[in-house]
Structures are given as structure tokens and as C-alpha cells.
């Protein structure tokens, strides 16, 4: 059965920094392209980044280009979102998601391209 695990969530002050990680089992993630999204309260659930299934194009956000970075470690079948100077306006619970490799790049930010998705992880970022 195919699962995803995020974690590394918390609570960090602005300017901080945290590492997400999204950890797959009953399947070898290096077949599936993955997604990192984010739900703040009363939002809609949103792209944050994405990374193909050999990690060879990763794309961003606008709001978080620069200050994020996608990663994956496909021998520990794990991605990461490493996330730098934090904002108040980053917090929200952070989901990732997979889907077959074949996904488009240009479809890779969108909520519907992911049949697979993990529980979330809280960040909360305040002083």
C-alpha cells in the first residue's frame, strides 16, 4: 500500500528555517514526481513546489521562490522541502503528494495531478 509521511514540522520564528521531509513505503518513490502543498486556514489548498520523478526540473511557487528548496534523496525514498527565512504568511499544514512520473511539468503545481497524499505536517511561524 502506498504512503507518504511528512514531517518536520514546528514552530519557528520569523527568518527561521525547517526541513520537511516526505518519507514514501509499499513503493519506490523514484517512479513518482512530488508535490508540496500548503492549506492555511480558511485558504485553499496551494502548490509550493514540485520535483520530477530524477529530481531533473523543480519548480517553485512565486511566493516562495528563493526562500525554498526542493530535494529528493531516492536511495532513502524520501523528498524535502527545505524552508528559509520563514513569513508569518507561511504557515499552514504542508502536505505532499506523488504522482506517476509521467506528470507534466507544466501540471506539477496543481492539487489534481496527485492521486497519493500524505497527512500533513503543521508549521506555525511566529514570534
Known amino acids: 500500500q502506498l504512503q507518504l509521511v511528512e514531517s518536520g514540522g514546528g514552530l519557528v520564528q520569523p527568518g527561521g528555517s525547517l526541513r520537511l521531509s516526505c518519507a514514501g513505503s509499499g513503493f519506490t518513490l523514484v517512479n513518482y514526481a512530488v508535490g508540496w502543498f500548503r492549506q492555511a486556514p480558511g485558504k485553499e489548498r496551494e502548490g509550493v513546489s514540485c520535483i520530477s520523478g530524477s529530481g531533473g526540473w523543480t519548480n517553485y511557487a512565486d511566493s516562495v521562490r528563493g526562500r525554498f528548496a526542493i530535494s529528493r534523496d531516492n536511495a532513502k525514498n524520501t523528498v524535502y522541502l527545505q524552508m528559509n527565512n520563514l513569513k508569518p504568511e507561511d504557515t499552514a499544514v504542508y502536505y505532499c503528494?506523488?504522482?506517476?512520473?509521467?506528470?507534466?511539468?507544466?501540471?506539477?503545481?496543481?492539487?489534481?495531478?496527485?492521486?497519493?497524499w500524505g497527512q500533513g505536517t503543521q508549521v506555525t511561524v511566529s514570534s
Open positions: 503528494a506523488a504522482a506517476p512520473a509521467q506528470v507534466l511539468f507544466s501540471l506539477c503545481m496543481l492539487r489534481g495531478a496527485y492521486p497519493n
